[in-house]
């Protein structure tokens, strides 16, 4: 990305969504499970069903706004307690909870707004939270070229809490370094002091 530039950011792929489709589909799966949608109640649950999911699986698109580090700031930038909202690919059920995204400027900086739109942005469609991690750390670190990334995503599973094992309130950390936050022991501890997570 050229200096003064905006990267316009798009889900990919771009697929189609055919919500009249996915409504049918909704309506023969509850009544496969022996849920009737007779009811005046239910009547409208496929086709609500069809446009939640269809909800968690489309990211707003968005301009990525970089600025030149004009002032040479190279201390580390953290957004903490960022929400995250995704669907757990192995039983299309939610996970929800918070990322900590920071990173070690090089020569641009990030709008702060767009740390919370890059996780939204690979949040948007069926997950697991090892690969929603490192996918944050991994674009920022192509597309910002900073010194250094951090990302850390806390959430509960409710394939987890709800169903299975029913582990309630149970709680999965999933980390990614890159750069200096990785291979510099300092920064690595700064970045998990201030993120509020314990390293050790």
């Given at each position: 990305m050229t200096p003064g530039t905006a990267l316009r950011v798009v889900h990919e792929p771009d697929t189609g969504i055919d919500l009249d489709a996915a409504e049918r589909a909704a309506g023969q799966l509850l009544r496969a499970l022996g849920i009737s949608t007779d009811s005046e109640s239910l009547s409208g649950t496929p086709g609500r069903m069809a446009r939640a999911y269809?909800?968690?699986f489309t990211?707003?698109?968005f301009d990525l706004t970089t600025f030149p580090n004009e002032e040479g700031y190279d201390e580390l930038v953290l957004a903490r307690a960022i929400p995250v909202r995704s669907v757990c690919e192995h039983h299309l059920l939610p996970f929800v909870g918070v990322a900590?995204?920071?990173?070690?400027?090089?020569?641009?900086?990030l709008g702060l707004s767009k740390l919370a739109r890059i996780v939204e942005h690979f949040a948007c469609r069926p997950q697991v939270q090892e690969r929603l991690t490192k996918q944050v750390a991994d674009w920022l670190c192509a597309h910002l070229d900073p010194?250094?990334?951090?990302?850390?995503?806390?959430?509960?599973?409710?394939?987890?809490?709800?169903?299975?094992?029913?582990?309630t309130g149970a709680c999965t950390v999933t980390s990614t370094l890159l750069?200096?936050?990785?291979e510099d022991a300092r920064s690595r501890q700064e970045f998990f002091s201030l993120t509020g997570v314990n390293s050790a």
């Open positions: 269809a909800e968690l990211p707003r698109p900590h995204v920071g990173y070690l400027p090089g020569q641009r900086i010194k250094g990334v951090g990302v850390v995503i806390e959430a509960e599973h409710s394939c987890m809490t709800l169903r299975g094992v029913q582990a750069g200096t936050l990785r």
